[in-house]
């Protein structure tokens, strides 16, 4: 089919309008209602919540009738021509009855996000293979729907939490690439339709690689798997549950999640905010990477309840932070009560080494004040997004929000929302300096 790809100068081409769908929450800590804020866009979701329904075509109809302005609701335009028509409410009805047909939504991309046009529903596909994606396909529900992925050989899917995608070969050795010729013989196989990938535009590169998909028929599209921001995130979930028929997932997903950062808010309010900064990986020649600017790390900071320490002066050749080496002093200037560092790797296979990754982690920064008054953590950067969030809320605020407390929800999550068999009551997702070094 004939992909349509429209950049996006502008995001207010796309009013965000707030969805009213209020349920019940139950967290083992706390009860509460939530409300889902973010919107699928999707053309033809008129009203601009998350989901295409009756309400959509009713709002379209009024649209006709001249009793609601088009410009108030620009996802009104199913098929995308630029007009309301009695074939935009054709399109809509063929979506809530499930009928195949070719849908419009935006792609979220670094470079712009940008209209295209897809085969739906989608049945099969492939993804680029960062832990991120991974998770939020997983979230998604569509794991048996993704016959192959690309990854690293340095940063293979986690075999504990990733059982079927580590057991597949790499497409195209790198979580960024997903090369035709590679990917030819799982398209033919498989009959994909569709390649899910990263918002970086040079990961299955925009302008050179995705053309060549389109013309095989395959359609590419373009994720935020990293987003902190439950509503963003939530987004991103309900164009993959959408585009798979795979909705209900994603809502139970959002309802669990929301409900949690609620939970958070709620209790840090009126709550003097802590300060951080993050870290992760280990140092190289060129130093450790202390997270800034753009970071979706200095987002969980800030999802947590924390301040974070850093301004935008700290970067120079990267928006997304920079490095401090043994030689550098800049990192002193300022003043913050706690370093988090965000590690993968280990955690849900029993299998880390507190030490070693402890002061592979930190040793660098330990003439910092944060670090002296081991006030310098270690935490899961293996467990999804929201979870990481609650375990820095806990390093942030251990007088409210305990580590048990984070060991529930982790364990709720893995419950309710995967198929692993995993017992964490014997795990530990959070290393501290005592833990590190024996005193605990």
């Known amino acids: 089919m004939d992909k349509m790809k429209i950049t996006v100068v502008a995001v207010v081409a796309v009013v965000l309008v707030a969805a009213c769908a209020i349920v019940l929450i139950t967290h083992e800590s706390k009860s509460s209602e939530v409300e889902i804020n973010s919107q699928l866009r999707v053309f033809g979701n008129a009203d ?87 998770w939020l396909l997983t979230m998604a529900g569509v794991n048996d729907m993704v016959h192959g992925i690309s990854y690293s050989s340095s940063s293979p899917p986690d075999p504990t939490l990733f059982p079927t995608y580590s057991k597949m070969e790499s497409i195209g050795g790198s979580s960024t690439k997903m090369p035709i010729d590679n990917a030819s013989s799982y398209i033919s196989k498989y009959n994909v339709t569709a390649i899910i990938s990263d918002k970086t535009a040079t990961t299955v590169d925009k302008d050179s690689v995705e053309p060549q998909y389109e013309e095989m028929n395959v359609d590419v599209i373009r994720v935020a798997p990293a987003s902190v921001d439950v509503d963003e995130f939530c987004s991103q979930l309900f164009l993959i549950g959408f585009l798979f028929q795979t909705e209900d997932a994603c809502k139970n997903i959002a309802e669990w999640w929301i409900g949690l950062q609620n939970e958070i808010n709620s209790k840090l309010n009126g709550v003097e905010k802590k300060t951080a900064i993050t870290c992760n990986g280990t140092a190289t020649t060129k130093g450790l990477w202390i997270s800034a600017g753009t970071s979706d790390y200095v987002d969980v900071i800030r999802a947590a309840g924390g301040e974070y320490a850093l301004d935008d002066s700290v ?54 004040k944060a670090y002296e008054n081991h006030d310098a953590y270690v935490i899961t950067g293996d467990a999804p997004i929201p979870l990481r969030i609650a375990y820095t809320a806990a390093v942030l605020y251990p007088e409210i929000f305990s580590e048990d407390w984070a060991d529930s929800l982790n364990q709720e999550f893995m419950d309710k929302f995967t198929d692993l068999d995993i017992d964490l009551s014997s795990l530990h997702f959070i290393i501290s300096y005592d833990m590190a070094y024996g005193k605990a």
């Open 48 to 134: 601009g919540n998350y989901t295409i329904d009756q309400n959509d075509l009713d709002l379209i109809d009024d649209i006709l009738a001249g009793k609601e302005n088009f410009s108030d609701h620009p996802l009104a335009d199913a098929n995308h021509d630029g007009k309301i028509t009695e074939d935009d409410k054709t399109l809509v009805q063929q979506i809530i009855n499930g009928d195949t047909c070719t849908v419009y939504h935006y792609n979220t991309c670094s470079t712009g996000d940008y209209v295209v046009s897809t085969q739906w529903p989608v049945k099969s596909a492939l993804a680029t293979g960062s832990a991120n994606m991974l």
């Open 315 to 368: 970067l120079t050749s990267y928006s997304s932070g920079a490095y401090f080496s043994t030689s550098d002093t800049w990192l002193y200037n300022y003043d913050f009560d706690y370093i988090v560092s965000i590690r993968t790797n280990d955690w849900y296979s029993g299998t880390i080494d507190d030490t070693d990754k402890y002061e592979s982690s930190l040793d660098i920064l330990s003439h910092t």
